[in-house]
C-alpha cells in the first residue's frame, strides 16, 4: 500500500528565510508526485508534480521540488519565503489502480512566516 | 475556463439529518473524486466518479454516497449525520482520472453538524 509522511506538523520561518518541507513517500513502483497548498478556507492549488525525467522539478510561485528516489522523499524547497506563503502544504502520491489514480495525502505542514 | 465550483460553500446540519452537496467540474473533465478533510484524519478520499460510474472508493460507511450526472456533474450524499462527519469536503476534477492528470480542487463545502 502507498503512503506519504510530512514528518513536520508545522514549522515557522522568518520573511526572506529560505525553506524547505520534508516529504517521503512508500510505493512499489515509480510513483506521480505533487505538492498542493491550502490557504485557510479554501481548497488545495497546485504547486508543482513529478512524473519523471529531471528530478528537479519548478513550481509556481517559486517552489521547486526534488525527486530522490534512493531517500523515497520529494522535498520541497523555496529560496526566500514571502509572507504570503503561510498556508498549508501537502504531498500527495498517485499510483494506478485498475487503470485510474489512487490519490494518498500526507497529514501536511503548516508553515507559519514571521516578519 | 471556470474552475471548480461546489455548493453550499457553508452547511450547518443536526445529527440524524442528510445532506446532499454538489461539485460542478471543469468543463470537459469527467473525472470527480470526493475527500473529506479533518483536523484529525487529514485529507481522506471518499470515492472517485467517472462517466456516471463509481470507479474507486476509500473506507467509508455507506452512508456516504454518490452520484454523477450526464454533465459530469456530482453529489455526495450523507445519511443519517453524526458529529464526526463535521469536516470541509472537497470535491476535484480531472480530465479522465489517470495517473498523470493533475486534480483540480473546488473551495470545498465547510458541513457542521450539531
Known amino acids: 500500500a502507498q503512503s506519504v509522511t510530512q514528518p513536520d506538523i508545522h514549522i515557522t520561518v522568518s520573511e526572506g528565510a529560505s525553506l524547505e518541507l520534508r516529504c517521503n513517500y512508500s510505493?512499489?513502483?515509480?510513483?506521480?508526485l505533487f505538492w498542493y497548498v491550502q490557504s485557510p478556507g479554501q481548497g488545495l492549488q497546485l504547486l508543482l508534480k513529478?512524473?519523471?525525467?529531471?528530478?528537479l522539478v519548478q513550481g509556481i510561485k517559486g517552489f521547486e521540488a526534488e525527486f530522490k528516489r534512493s531517500q523515497s522523499s520529494f522535498n520541497l524547497r523555496k529560496p526566500s519565503v514571502h509572507w504570503s506563503d503561510a498556508a498549508e502544504y501537502f504531498c500527495a502520491v498517485v499510483s494506478r489502480s485498475g487503470g485510474y489514480q489512487k490519490v494518498t495525502f500526507g497529514t501536511g505542514t503548516k508553515l507559519q512566516v514571521i516578519p | 475556463k471556470a474552475g471548480v465550483t461546489q455548493t453550499p460553500r457553508y452547511l450547518i446540519k443536526t445529527r440524524g439529518q442528510q445532506v446532499t452537496l454538489s461539485c460542478s467540474p471543469i468543463s470537459g473533465h469527467r473525472s470527480v473524486s470526493w475527500y473529506q478533510q479533518t483536523p484529525g484524519q487529514g485529507l481522506q478520499f471518499l470515492f472517485e466518479?467517472?462517466?456516471?460510474?463509481?470507479?474507486n472508493k476509500g473506507n467509508f460507511p455507506g452512508r456516504f454516497s454518490g452520484r454523477q450526472f450526464s454533465n459530469s456533474r456530482s453529489e455526495m450524499n450523507v445519511s443519517t449525520l453524526e458529529l464526526g462527519d463535521s469536516a470541509l469536503y472537497l470535491c476535484?476534477?480531472?480530465?479522465?482520472?489517470?495517473?498523470?492528470?493533475?486534480?483540480?480542487f473546488g473551495p470545498g463545502t465547510r458541513l457542521l453538524v450539531l
Open positions: 513529478y512524473f519523471s525525467g529531471d528530478t
Open positions: 466518479y467517472f462517466s456516471e460510474t463509481q470507479r
Open positions: 510505493y512499489g513502483a515509480t510513483p506521480y
Open positions: 476535484a476534477s480531472s480530465r479522465d482520472g489517470q495517473g498523470q492528470e493533475t486534480q483540480y
